[in-house]
């Protein structure tokens, strides 16, 4: 058994590693982000970037509000 208290304080991880951490997030973000915008532009039929780009917006918004819930 572990002889030694509970620490009572926590340390931060170091800046690399914190930094690492923004990475790999934003690897994620950008498939989630990458394929809801597919999705939207392949129901709605949409043939250039900037039709539609209100309800793209929107969409992307409900998507990333879901995904940081």
């Known amino acids: ?11 931060a991880p170091p800046l690399p590693r914190r930094m ?9 973000l950008f498939g989630v982000v990458f394929i809801a915008d597919y999705l939207f532009s392949a129901l709605t039929q949409t043939r250039h970037a900037l039709d539609n780009r209100w309800g793209q917006q929107a969409f992307l918004f409900l998507i990333l509000g879901i995904y940081f819930t």
Do not use: Q, R, V
């Open 1 to 11: 058994m572990n002889s030694s208290p509970p620490s009572d304080h926590y340390l």
């Open 20 to 28: 690492a951490c923004w990475f790999y997030e934003g690897i994620l």
